[in-house]
């Protein structure tokens, strides 16, 4: 959720007279009115404004801004998340909605706020920064921002085209969450890079994601799930927020029970974030993201970098997209 809108890839090193801080409720809804013209729906600005200041995604944030004589020139969001790594839990955090007003670009701003916000996530202990980009890679790669691998993955359903091998069955999240959050440990564990997720993150989710479906995914002749996913159903398709196979599971055999459930709901496509495995390469389309791009940064010298984690990261689900 990083805008295009942000300096026009400015490189002035400072904004004079810009003065960067943590936002009041003021200065937060001032930056939610700016953010409209790049994030904006069908709702008026008022109403815009006001659900993301009721929003669970976006209370999780700290919000950043930058002003100039006392208005919102430039803002940010920092929602803080925990990336697993080289066996050991690292904290970081993730930027959101980095934006710049159309009268305040071209003066290095949003860069002089990005540079001030990583100081105080250095202070408070950070390790690892992500974003996800909507603009050229190259500009947050000069802060020290890698690329990842990164791909859409999308499919046409079609009754009697998939074997399917076991069922998918409903679950609400909230009552099964114990049982949830091992399966997405385990699921993940064999990733070199991981979003971990504590009992408050699974809080945030299911507050976000009210009215998203949730299926375990039983293999035939198990009598355990094996896997899960999570669904945003509209009328023109289904897309897949987040899933989770068992190591040792038919990778495969989950992706086809998936496309004939949603043969048989009649879902005019499926798909969404998903990595290039060979068994995603088989049932869907894999594309290339064109934005929204991964991009990871390990801030320390302690923090870990591997290679494997450029391509490990293409397996992060739009479920913790910020």
């Known amino acids: 959720m990083n805008g295009s809108t942000i300096d026009n890839m400015s490189t002035t090193p400072h ?24 994030w904006g729906d069908e709702r008026p600005i008022d109403e815009y404004v006001a659900w993301r200041m009721q929003s669970v995604q976006h209370a999780r944030a700290t919000w950043y801004v930058g002003t100039v004589d006392g208005v919102v020139a430039t803002s940010l969001g920092a929602y803080p998340i925990v990336l697993r790594a080289a066996e050991k839990s690292w904290p ?60 859409y993955a999308w ?25 949830l959050a091992e399966l997405y440990v385990a699921a993940q564990s064999s990733r070199s890079i991981w979003i971990e997720r504590d009992s408050v993150y699974w809080d945030w989710v299911r507050g976000r994601y009210v009215g998203h479906n949730w299926f375990w995914w039983i293999d035939a002749g198990a009598d355990h799930p094996s896997g899960y996913i999570q669904l945003k159903s509209t009328e023109t398709e289904s897309r897949v927020f987040d899933w989770g196979v068992l190591p040792g599971a038919d990778e495969r055999a989950f992706w086809e029970t998936v496309l004939q459930w949603a043969a048989n709901q009649g879902v005019a496509r499926i798909g969404g974030w998903l990595p290039s495995s060979d068994a995603i390469a088989g049932c869907f389309d894999v594309t290339p993201r064109i934005k929204e791009l991964t991009m990871l940064s390990p801030l320390t010298a302690e923090a870990p970098w591997n290679d494997a984690y450029s391509t490990d990261a293409a397996w992060f689900t739009e479920c913790d997209h910020i």
Request: one cysteine or more.
């Open 15 to 38: 904004g004079p007279g810009l003065d960067c801080h943590i936002a009041n409720d003021a200065e937060r809804a001032a930056a939610f009115g700016n953010v409209y013209e790049c």
């Open 92 to 151: 970081g955090y993730a930027i959101g909605a980095v934006h710049t007003p159309p009268e305040f670009r071209r003066r290095g701003y949003a860069a002089t706020l990005l540079d001030w916000g990583l100081q105080q996530q250095l202070a408070g202990g950070a390790q690892f920064g992500l974003l996800y980009s909507d603009i050229k890679p190259e500009y947050y790669g000069g802060m020290g921002y890698r690329l990842c691998d990164s791909h």
């Open 155 to 179: 499919a046409v359903p079609r009754p009697g085209d998939h074997a399917s091998s076991g069922r998918l069955e409903q679950f609400d999240p909230a009552e099964m969450a114990d049982g």
